[in-house]
């Protein structure tokens, strides 16, 4: 099991800028790669980017293509998500993940989440 706990998160306004981090901790060694999603009200569960630890993959939903860029220091197992531009709709609470070696991109492992809110 790999327990995640996410931070950073807080009250901008657009266009500005925030960068949210996931400290991993457990049995990280069985986690192929790290994921971030995000919920807003009412809405479903949404991808935002991925990346595996050894960074060679990286994936971004299309509404943060460009604006947001996620990264892994494997020294401290921490991802990061760094969010510029910012958009009214980017505000939700957001959630990192971790997969598994035994089924990448499959999240099973996830943190307890962390608000972000966007003003217009």
């Known amino acids: 099991q790999v327990q995640l706990v996410e931070s950073g998160g807080g009250s901008v306004q657009a266009g500005g800028s925030l960068r949210l981090s996931c400290a991993a901790s457990?049995?990280?060694?069985?986690?192929?790669?790290m994921g971030w999603f995000r919920q807003a009200p009412g809405m479903e569960r949404e991808f935002v980017a991925a990346?595996?630890?050894?960074?060679?993959?990286?994936y971004y939903g299309d509404s943060v293509k460009v604006r947001f860029t996620i990264s892994i220091d494997n020294a401290k197992n921490t991802v990061y998500l760094q969010m510029t531009s910012l958009k009214h709709e980017d505000t939700a609470v957001y959630y990192c993940?971790?997969?598994?070696?035994?089924?990448?991109?499959?999240?099973?492992?996830w943190g307890q989440g962390t608000q972000v809110t966007v003003s217009s």
């Open positions: 993940a971790a997969d598994s070696k035994e089924s990448p991109w499959n999240f099973g492992s």
């Open positions: 457990g049995r990280t060694f069985i986690s192929y790669g």
């Open positions: 990346l595996n630890w050894s960074g060679g993959k990286s």
